[in-house]
């Protein structure tokens, strides 16, 4: 079936992400060859995505800095995509993550949405 593989290992997470992202501009229809082939390479991420980040998920500080830690990433980096002061407090529980700030991390860290959508704990009240 049209180039689909099993997804093994981080590379071919990486590139099954790369391939179904070229599909978010016009999603195909359903049925065709390219709607079956997204609706595998969909199916198949969600799976590797539930084996190898379930650790991470329920809190999303927790799954940022599994990201940092574990996935190659830096504050750093997080801080060029959000802000300097906003990553640091929301990595150290101040501040919560908003909205738009989760749509640019799940977008630019290929982390699936609903690992940073779940509610958490702040360290003490923002506001």
Same mark, same amino acid.
């Given at each position: 079936?049209?180039? $689909?593989? &099993? ?20 999603? &195909?229809? #359903?049925?065709?060859?390219?709607? +079956? !082939? ?7 991420? /969600? ?11 329920? +809190?999303? $500080? +927790? $799954? ?13 980096? #997080?801080?060029?995509?959000?802000? !300097? ?8 529980? $101040? ?11 799940? /977008? ?13 704990? #702040?360290? !003490?009240?923002?506001?």
């Amino acid at each position: 079936m049209m180039d $689909v593989r &099993p997804l093994h290992n981080e590379q071919d997470y990486d590139w099954a992400i790369g391939e179904v992202s070229r599909y978010f501009e016009t999603e &195909p229809t #359903l049925g065709t060859p390219d709607g +079956d !082939r997204f609706e595998v390479l969909s199916s198949l991420i /969600k799976e590797y995505e539930d084996n190898h980040f379930a650790t991470a998920h329920g +809190d999303p $500080v +927790d $799954v940022l800095h599994f990201a940092i830690e574990s996935m190659g990433r830096s504050q750093a980096e #997080l801080a060029a995509l959000i802000g !300097r002061n906003r990553a640091s407090e929301i990595l150290n529980r $101040v501040r919560p993550l908003t909205l738009e700030m989760i749509r640019i991390i799940c /977008k630019e860290w290929n982390i699936p949405v609903s690992a940073l959508t779940g509610q958490y704990e #702040l360290g !003490r009240a923002y506001g």
